[in-house]
């Protein structure tokens, strides 16, 4: 069944505006992750988390499922997506074109503003490595990411960025209380910083390019003797 053929005002009266918002409330879920890969999702416990109608998740589940964020099997149920070190692969080889376009023109489109929160952000990125925390390095880590993805003012690129459910294979690939498995990632951030703050969108693409590339090897790499998919570290 189609997305576009689920009926948003069924007999249960639930609205459009209240789908999308289940379906909001769905996919934060997933994305915080409270639910560990390859778990399987009921109809029964989401609509009391959710406070909707078993007619209301299914709908629902039929557009993740369509979207990438869990797969349906038949005798299997509706699961939590499970990346395979491959998944993951292809996912970072797309990120690599992807980001890249977005930080060349962050180079072209950035505001002061913006540039100033970029700027602080790999400050702030600095500190944590100094101090040792994990956490607040990962956290504004992301910021970064998402910082870049804003300032590119290209929602055409940050569409199919999105499309990409990077965050979903990072909840599976890493673990913020251990170190971070690459040593260079702050100067690479910084390289991409001053690419993006001396508007060179050629040099922000190429070092945004060679960050995700970097990431990508270091994950094959720490795969590489077994090619298994179990839980490692924050890749990026």
Same mark, same amino acid.
């Given at each position: #069944? ?54 209301? @998740? ?9 979207? &990438?964020?869990? +797969? ?15 998944? %993951? ?10 980001? &890249? ?17 970029? +700027?602080?952000?790999?400050?702030? #990125? !600095?500190?944590?490595?100094? +101090? ?15 910082? @870049? ?20 294979? #990072? ?10 498995? !690459? +040593? ?23 070092? #945004? ?6 990431? !990508? ?6 795969? %590489? ?12």
């Amino acid at each position: #069944m189609a997305v576009d053929d689920v009926r948003l005002d069924g007999a249960d009266g639930m609205s459009a505006n209240r789908y999308e918002q289940a379906y909001d409330q769905l996919v934060a879920i997933l994305l915080s992750g409270k639910y560990e890969p390859n778990t399987r999702l009921t109809e029964a416990e989401l609509t009391q988390l959710l406070n909707v109608s078993r007619g209301t @998740i299914r709908s629902v589940l039929v557009r993740l499922a369509q979207e &990438g964020y869990v +797969t349906s099997e038949v005798n299997r149920g509706v699961r939590t997506r499970l990346f395979s070190v491959a998944d %993951a692969v292809d996912i970072l080889e797309a990120r690599e074109v992807l980001e &890249g376009a977005l930080a060349a023109k962050a180079a072209e489109r950035a505001t002061q503003e913006e540039l100033d929160e970029l +700027t602080r952000t790999v400050g702030v #990125m !600095r500190e944590a490595q100094l +101090t040792g925390d994990e956490q607040e390095y990962s956290r504004q880590n992301r910021h970064f990411h998402r910082e @870049i993805r804003k300032a590119a003012h290209q929602e055409t690129l940050a569409r199919f960025f999105d499309a990409l459910l990077y965050p979903l294979v #990072m909840r599976q690939y890493r673990d913020l209380a251990a170190p971070h498995p !690459r +040593t260079l990632s702050l100067e690479e951030h910084q390289a991409i910083l001053y690419a993006v703050i001396t508007r060179n969108p050629d040099a922000a693409s190429a070092a #945004m390019r060679h960050h995700i590339s970097s990431a !990508r090897q270091g994950l094959l790499l720490r795969n %590489a003797p077994s090619g298994r998919s179990a839980p490692d570290q924050d890749h990026e």
